[in-house]
Each structure stands twice: as structure tokens, then as C-alpha cells.
């Protein structure tokens, strides 16, 4: 580890994911770099910064501040999401939506081309990807950010297999529907409903929270012995694939 703790980029972290896991990896001793659209500042992290992970010219501007101001980076947690656009089945889905969906895919892999080298040259290196059960179990309405999801987690995987022997893991995180409690909005008819129907195939009695999802980001990067794997946080909705 990087002297005075690791440095962590959370991408997407002014989101309920997102923030929670800045605060646990900071309660872990990581210097975190918060990054978003708005740049907001998020509890835990020693720099926020606003980017567009579409734009590479920003891309790469942030990642330069990160590393001129804490050093390189040694973990990559990407919580960022694509336009949700839920509701329009495939068959009417319309070809720009999808394609802002996909960005989000090679955003990811915009993230991992600009860190991963220098994991390399640490010799070690954790990325987790925070991607959803929808990638798995279909939903109505939710073919494109499905879609999305399933090819972030599929370049993460593939990520593991190419970079190991550098001490790099890549590890996916797949939630299921999170409750997030500091949220004050009330849920849609559509999302409230959806919400019963999930929650007559769960195990345990509630749905995940944004600090469950944060725990599993935690195990991953704890462990050197972990990678190409998808952990379901779903609190026990089968998930088959």
C-alpha cells in the first residue's frame, strides 16, 4: 500500500452506492477521490471532482488531479450508471437511448485504460464494478440499462483474466433493488410496484441497503485472493446466470 493509506477513485459517487462506499473505504484507511458529473463533495473523500467519464479529455484532467494530488491509484470502484431510460421495451427502445446506455460500458473501460497501467507499475491493484441484477434477471422495460451493466461486467471479468499476474483483481458487484435510507422521495406507482414484486422472491426480509453494497466493495478489495468473481448483493433473490 501507498504510504498514508492506498488512494481509491470512486467514480459515481454522489450516488447512494457511491457514497457509501467512499465512507467505507475511507473508514478503511484509503484517500479517496470522489468523482462525479456535479463534483459535489461526499463524506470521507480527500478530493471531489466533477467529470464526465464520456468526455476523455476530462477524463484524463481528473485523473491527473487525483494523482499530482494524492498518487497513483490503487483501487477502482466504479459506481457510475448509465441513463436509466426504464420503462421502453427492446422492441421500441430508441437507437440514441441505447447508445448513451452502452456509453457507460466504455466508460469503464476508459476508467480501467487510464488506471490500470499504473497498477501495473505498483504491482497491485484492485477494480470493482458496481453493476445490477438486471444484467441477469430480465425486467420489463429494462433491456438497454441491462444491456449496459452486462458489458461493464464483462470487460471487468475479462480485465481479471488479462492483468492477475500483475497483482491486479477485478471483481463485479451486482445489487439487486437498495433502499436507501437517507433517501426522502416517495417511489413511483410503477417503482413501488415493482418493489412488491421483488420483494415476494427475496430470503431475507429487506432489501439491501446502500451500506450492504458497500460491505461486498470492501471484501473484494480486501482480498488479493478474489478476482473474475460477481458477488449478488440481493438479500437472497435467486439470481440463476
Known amino acids: 500500500m501507498t ?10 459517487a454522489t450516488g447512494p452506492i457511491g457514497r457509501a462506499v467512499v465512507r467505507a473505504l475511507a473508514a478503511d484507511g484509503a484517500r479517496v477521490a470522489a468523482l ?3 463534483g459535489d463533495r461526499v463524506d470521507g473523500c480527500v478530493q471531489a471532482l466533477a467529470c464526465d467519464l464520456g468526455d476523455p479529455a476530462a477524463l484524463d484532467a481528473a485523473l491527473s488531479a487525483v494523482e499530482a494530488g494524492s498518487g497513483p491509484v490503487e483501487i477502482l470502484v466504479n459506481a457510475a450508471h448509465p441513463p436509466a431510460g ?11 437511448v441505447l447508445a448513451a446506455q452502452l456509453a457507460g460500458a466504455a466508460a469503464h473501460a476508459a476508467l480501467c485504460a487510464r488506471v ?26 429494462a433491456g438497454g440499462y441491462a444491456a449496459a ?17 500483475a497483482g491486479i483483481t ?16 416517495e417511489p413511483s406507482a410503477s417503482a413501488a410496484a415493482l418493489g412488491q414484486e421483488l420483494a415476494r422472491r427475496l430470503a431475507l426480509p429487506t432489501f439491501p441497503s446502500p451500506d450492504d453494497v458497500a460491505a461486498a466493495v470492501r471484501l473484494l478489495v480486501a482480498s488479493p485472493a478474489l478476482t473474475g468473481q460477481t ?5 437472497g433473490e435467486p439470481i440463476t446466470a
Not at 86 to 96: K, Q
Not at 118 to 125: A, T, Y
Not at 176 to 185: F, I, N, Q, T
Open 36 to 38: 462525479s458529473r456535479s
Open 149 to 165: 451493466k452486462a458489458a461493464g461486467a464483462a470487460l471487468t471479468r475479462q480485465l481479471a483474466l488479462e492483468e492477475g499476474t
Open 170 to 185: 477485478a471483481n463485479v458487484v451486482a445489487p439487486g433493488r437498495v433502499l436507501d435510507p437517507e433517501s426522502a422521495s
Open 86 to 96: 426504464f420503462g421502453t421495451p427492446v422492441a421500441e427502445l430508441d437507437p440514441g
Open 231 to 235: 458477488l449478488w448483493v440481493t438479500g
Open 3 to 12: 504510504a498514508g493509506g492506498p488512494v481509491a477513485l470512486v467514480a459515481g
Open 116 to 141: 490500470v497501467p499504473g497498477m501495473r507499475r505498483l504491482g497491485r491493484g484492485r477494480v470493482v464494478y458496481v453493476a445490477g441484477a438486471s444484467m441477469a434477471r430480465p425486467l420489463p422495460g
